[in-house]
């Protein structure tokens, strides 16, 4: 069964027993899921095995490696799905002694093939006994990778480990607290668990399954079982089972709050796994509930979206129908509008005409232009109704929240809806006849750039922000358009700024990484950051004021950026940089995706992601730096990136020859 029964999770989150040897798998899945647990951890062979010495074939025949009684065996797939095969803890590929290396490496080789056969989901293996020097044992299993097509295998680590001379013991002083002055993250004779797995995956690039760990670094990758042991839940010394806390820390924090898994040592006869199991639940359920939001978001965690090209590209219905979902959105620019008409152009209240009621300013019968309310209502336009620009108009949601703006501010509206898409002026023609704001509002099938307008605009509003704010051209198409304004005029939005962070992501790079080419690791991609840790804060990099009173307007930028770490901040491996944006709409409404400041509900805008073509390894409280341009040309705009700390990397996407946006 699923533990606990949580449906808000997108992964599932199931609880496994670790057995003994046995020869009946069938009894033993059954007696162990009469305890709640949907799977076993069992030995492939027993304590006792040992692969045959090498021989001289007699006849051209050897003797199997394995037999009958010493082995695990199944014989129906219907099993293989709840049994996890745990490879001997005996077997040392790196040891220095050349007949037990041998052994080793022959015993791992069998137990891997034996498992295969078998059709197992998954192999538990061993910790290495020197995780710093392990190239052997990681050499046998990306051997035994390239010829598995669906098996998992799932490697050890202790979050703490012994460190090769160190003095490391279970009676050491427990590990200083992060931050302290001078202090490290780990114990002194200690190795952090996930920096022994990082010595293991630098041996090669197939092996994508880290243990699992408590340390915020360990987040971005992908969580096998976490391990807790019964002997732990002991020590506790509480009425009820409980673990210790290193391992409650274990079990609860996997990638961003996920719990993948869980594995309990068998405590021994007079110890019923019931209570355990029933605890798991309970720290489980304990997991903060997912919000409607991110259940809405699951299917897109850690899918990568190159960034679209609305200059070059005419959206689709349904691509405008998810944007026009986010409500929040919409209700920031109708309070901006309606802030803008409120300090700029709201009518003064008079003893003839006093405060017009908001229902009497849209009237469509009664033109806004020559009636005394009209005329009230427009005050500080002269006399004339406030011109308000929509550009980018898409299927209306602007224009709609900017007459319910108006509506509020007690303001008559002239509304222009430029829009090039002709397919989506179809559906601004249906809301203005659904609404009754023909008269009101006039559409424009026209590309922004060379429109000419009848008459200067008061108000110009916009909806042109990609994920990194300017990644989808609004300056270039803003620069264009604020020829449109009056002289004081007010551009919505009137600013924004790009943010970006160092990121750990092993998912995401091994998804680019995929692709086999050049173009790609050269791409940035929008994406729902999910098994992503940030190394460091992030930073401001580029921002764009509007109306832009440069001349000559240049939107070219370069910026380089020093993400300074805390100095007890472990060792990570930094797959690229994500980007946010803040964008100022009005005053003091704020738009925005940087996880500081993030608009509440608001889900318009994923993440961008730059990826670095290899990973680099970052030393504990190393800095990382950045090097970043926005290139413009006379037909595209694109970013180039390099690194520059802790060492100097390649320039990506030199000339945009892997990625641009067309103008």
């Known amino acids: 069964m699923v533990l606990g029964k949580r449906t808000d999770y997108g992964d599932a989150k199931f609880a496994g027993a670790q057995v003994p040897f046995t020869e009946n798998v069938p009894a033993t899945v059954d007696a162990y899921g009469l305890c709640g647990f949907d799977f076993v951890v069992a030995p492939l062979v027993r304590d006792t095995w040992r692969p045959p010495a090498p021989a001289v074939p007699e006849n051209g025949a050897l003797p199997s490696p394995l037999n009958r009684d010493d082995c695990l065996y199944i ?35 069998h137990q891997l093939g034996w498992a295969a056969h078998l059709g197992l989901q998954a192999v538990l293996l061993p910790a290495p006994v020197d995780a710093t020097a392990c190239h052997n044992y990681a050499q046998v299993l990306y051997q035994a990778l390239q010829g598995l097509t669906h098996m998992a295998l799932w490697l050890t680590v202790p979050l703490l480990m012994p460190a090769p001379g160190g003095q490391g013991t279970q009676g050491a002083a ?97 110890h019923p796994l019931r209570p355990y199991w029933e605890y798991l639940c309970f720290v489980f359920r304990r997991l903060e509930v ?67 009621p908001a229902s009497s300013i849209l ?15 427009a005050g500080g336009t002269g006399g004339r109704p406030v011109v308000l620009m929509v550009v980018g108009a898409g299927r209306g949601p602007l224009v709609r929240a900017s007459m319910k703006a108006a509506a509020r501010a007690g303001v008559v509206l002239r509304v222009y809806a430029v829009e090039k898409n002709p397919n989506a002026i179809v559906h601004i023609q ?45 300056p270039e198409c803003l620069d264009g358009a604020q020829r449109f304004l009056a002289p004081g005029g007010i551009s919505i939005p009137s600013s924004y700024t790009s943010f970006l962070a160092p990121a750990t992501s092993h998912k995401l ?49 370069y910026a380089t950026l020093t ?18 944006f803040e964008c100022t709409l009005y005053g003091d409404v704020l738009l925005s995706i940087h996880p500081p400041s993030h608009s ?41 990136w390099a690194l520059t700390a802790p060492s100097s990397g390649p320039i990506h996407n030199v000339g945009g020859r892997s990625y641009w946006v067309g103008l």
């Not at 008079?350 to 405060?355: E, F, L, M, R």
């Not at 998804?511 to 098994?531: A, C, N, Q, W």
């Not at 993400?563 to 946010?580: E, K, T």
């Not at 030393?619 to 926005?630: E, K």
Request: negative net charge.
């Open 430 to 474: 249906n809301m203005l006849r659904t609404e009754g704001w023909e008269r009101h509002v006039s559409i424009v099938s026209a590309d922004m750039r060379h429109w000419q307008a009848p008459e200067p605009a008061d108000i110009l509003v916009s909806e042109l922000l990609g994920s990194f704010g300017d990644n989808e051209l609004s």
């Open 600 to 640: 509440d509900n608001m889900f318009s805008w994923f993440p961008i992601f730059f990826p670095l073509r290899e990973p680099v390894h970052v030393p504990a409280g190393g800095s990382v730096g950045l090097a970043m341009w926005r290139c413009c040309a006379a037909h595209k705009v694109w970013y180039e």
């Open 563 to 580: 993400f300074a770490r805390d100095p007890a901040a472990g060792s990570a491996v930094l797959h690229g940089f994500a980007g946010y």
């Open 75 to 109: 014989n129906s797939s219907q099993w293989a799905n709840q049994v996890v095969g745990h490879v001997s803890g005996w077997i040392q590929p790196d040891s220095p002694d050349p007949a037990v290396r041998q052994q080793g490496v022959s015993a791992l080789r």
């Open 363 to 377: 009237d469509a019968d009664d033109p806004p232009s020559t009636s005394g309310r009209g005329a009230a209502a």
């Open 174 to 270: 427990a590990p200083a607290a992060p931050g302290a002055d001078g202090a490290s993250p780990v114990a002194p004779g200690f190795l952090d668990g996930w920096e022994a797995w990082h010595q293991v995956v630098l041996t090669g690039e197939a092996l994508h399954t880290p243990p699992p760990s408590a340390t915020p670094q360990a987040a971005p990758f992908p969580a096998a079982p976490a391990g807790a042991a019964a002997a732990a839940a002991a020590a506790a010394k509480k009425p009820a089972p409980a673990l210790a806390p290193g391992a409650s820390a274990a079990t609860a924090l996997g990638p961003n709050g996920e719990v993948l898994g869980f594995t309990v040592t068998d405590p021994g006869e007079s």
């Open 509 to 557: 790079h091994h998804d680019v990484r995929s692709y086999k080419d050049l173009e790609h690791m050269e791409t940035p991609y929008v994406v729902r950051l999910h098994r992503h840790y940030l190394l460091s804060p992030t930073q401001p990099l580029f921002t764009f004021t509007h109306p832009n009173t440069d001349q000559p307007i240049d939107n070219s930028r």
């Open 290 to 356: 997912v919000s409607e939001q991110e259940r809405q978001e699951a299917s897109y965690r850690d899918y990568l979206q190159v960034p679209l090209q609305p200059l070059q590209d005419n959206l689709e219905s349904q691509t405008y129908e998810t944007f026009e979902k986010d409500t929040q959105k919409y209700t920031l620019y109708e309070e901006a509008v309606y802030r803008a008409l409120r300090d700029r152009h709201a009518p003064k209240p008079s003893a003839a005409s006093g405060n017009l």
